[in-house]
C-alpha cells in the first residue's frame, strides 16, 4: 500500500554558502534524473552576489548591474538579487505524488514565511498579485518556481542580515522603487542560523512531513550511462 499524501519523510539539506549556477544545476540534474520513489528535499543555502533573471525577465529591470553577475535562469518571476546573510530555500517535492499544484505550493511558502516571522512578532502578509511577503509594505521574501515533470525546485529567499543596497541596481521582482527589507531591521532574526530553524519548523509542519533526515552538502545524483 502506498503511503498517505501526507506523512512523506523529507531531507534537509545545509550546502551553507555556494556558487548560484552549481547549485542551480544540480536542482535541475536532481529533478531530471529523480525517480518515483526519490524523497522530497529543502535545500538550504546562502549565495554569493548574484542578480538571477526569471524566464519573464526584462532587461530593462536592470538598471547597473556593475561588477556583480547577471545569470539567466528557468524559473518564474523577474530579477532579483542573492547574497550573503540572506536564506535561500530551494525546494525539490514530487508535487504530483502529493497532489499539490504550484499555487499550492506559493501559499504553502507564504504561510510558512509568514509564520516563521510571527515567531519574533513580526507582522509579514503575502499579496495576491505580487508573490512574495511583504512588511509595512516593503518586501522581506522573494519566490521564484519552476515545475517539471510535475517536480519542482527553485524556492524562497529570506533577506536576514545582509547588504540591500545591490536591490538598488534593480527593479525588484520587476517594480520599480520597491523596497526592500530584512528581519534584522525588524527586531528579528539577525542570523542565518535562527532564520532557517523557525522557516525549517513552519515548513515541514504545513508539509505535514513525517520524518525530518538533516544531511550537508549537495545530493549525489545517479545519471544513468
Given amino acids: 500500500m502506498s503511503e498517505p499524501i501526507a506523512n512523506l519523510p523529507l531531507i534537509v539539506r545545509q550546502l551553507?554558502?555556494?556558487?548560484?549556477?552549481?547549485?542551480?544545476?544540480?536542482?535541475?540534474?536532481?529533478t531530471d534524473y529523480r525517480g518515483e520513489t526519490t524523497l522530497d528535499e529543502l535545500w538550504l543555502v546562502e549565495h554569493?552576489?548574484?542578480?538571477?533573471?526569471g524566464q519573464a525577465g526584462k532587461e530593462e529591470h536592470l538598471l547597473m548591474p556593475g561588477d556583480i553577475e547577471v545569470v539567466k535562469v528557468d524559473r518564474g518571476g523577474q530579477v532579483t538579487y542573492h547574497g550573503p546573510g540572506q536564506q535561500v530555500i530551494y525546494f525539490m517535492i514530487n508535487l504530483r505524488r502529493r497532489k499539490m499544484g504550484v499555487r499550492q505550493l506559493v501559499t504553502l511558502l507564504e504561510e510558512a514565511i509568514v509564520a516563521?516571522?510571527?515567531?519574533?512578532?513580526?507582522?509579514?502578509?503575502?499579496?495576491?498579485?505580487?508573490p512574495g511577503v511583504y512588511v509595512?509594505?516593503?518586501?522581506?521574501?522573494?519566490?521564484?518556481?519552476?515545475?517539471?515533470?510535475?517536480?519542482?525546485?527553485?524556492?524562497?529567499?529570506?533577506?536576514?542580515?545582509?547588504?540591500?543596497?545591490?536591490?538598488?541596481?534593480?527593479?525588484?521582482?520587476?517594480?520599480?522603487?520597491?523596497?526592500?527589507?530584512?528581519?534584522?531591521?525588524?527586531?528579528?532574526p539577525n542570523n542565518i542560523k535562527d532564520a532557517s530553524v523557525a522557516l525549517v519548523k513552519h515548513l515541514t509542519t504545513l508539509l505535514e512531513t513525517s520524518e525530518v533526515t538533516y544531511q550537508n552538502g549537495l545530493p549525489v545524483i545517479n545519471k544513468p550511462a
Fill in 16 to 30: 551553507n554558502s555556494m556558487d548560484y549556477s552549481q547549485v542551480w544545476h544540480a536542482m535541475q540534474d536532481f
Fill in 48 to 53: 554569493p552576489p548574484v542578480f538571477t533573471q
Fill in 116 to 130: 516563521a516571522l510571527a515567531d519574533f512578532t513580526i507582522q509579514a502578509y503575502p499579496k495576491p498579485d505580487a
Fill in 136 to 188: 509595512n509594505d516593503k518586501k522581506v521574501a522573494s519566490l521564484g518556481l519552476r515545475v517539471r515533470k510535475g517536480c519542482s525546485f527553485h524556492g524562497l529567499a529570506l533577506n536576514v542580515n545582509m547588504d540591500l543596497s545591490p536591490f538598488l541596481r534593480i527593479n525588484p521582482c520587476g517594480y520599480a522603487g520597491l523596497e526592500m527589507v530584512q528581519t534584522c531591521d525588524l527586531n528579528g
